[in-house]
Nanobody, 117 residues
Framework: QVHLVESGGGLVQAGGSLTLSCVASASIFSLNPMGWYRQAPGKQRELVARITSGGSTNYADSVKGRFTISRDNAKNTVYLQMNNLKPEDTAVYYC???????????WGKGTLVTVSS
């Protein structure tokens, strides 16, 4: 069983920064893509950023230039550095581990980010 635990959410003013962390309990972390998703009230969950095992990244257009995803395979941890936060970034942020070989996705329980105007 794989467990993902997010941390780092909180309340921040517009223009501020936060860094989210997600620690995976299993070593398969290092072999597979990781992602951050978010879900705002009344909206569907959406991809924010994704990073492959080799370090290639892609971002949602709405966060390009403001957010940076990175990973530390030695620590089984993926990060999301969020700068210049906007009220529309307010959401619950979820960590995702995608394991194509098992056709399985693992999810954390989420961490709430609230950006005040």
């Amino acid at each position: 069983q794989v467990h993902l635990v997010e941390s780092g959410g909180g309340l921040v003013q517009a223009g501020g920064s936060l860094t989210l962390s997600c620690v995976a309990s299993a070593s398969i972390f290092s072999l597979n893509p990781m992602g951050w998703y978010r879900q705002a009230p009344g909206k569907q969950r959406e991809l924010v950023a994704r990073i492959t095992s080799g370090g290639s990244t892609n971002y949602a257009d709405s966060v390009k230039g403001r957010f940076t995803i990175s990973r530390d395979n030695a620590k089984n941890t993926v990060y999301l550095q969020m700068n210049n936060l906007k009220p529309e970034d307010t959401a619950v942020y979820y960590c995702n581990l995608n394991v194509p070989s098992l056709a399985t996705d693992y999810w954390g329980k989420g961490t709430l980010v609230t950006v005040s105007s």
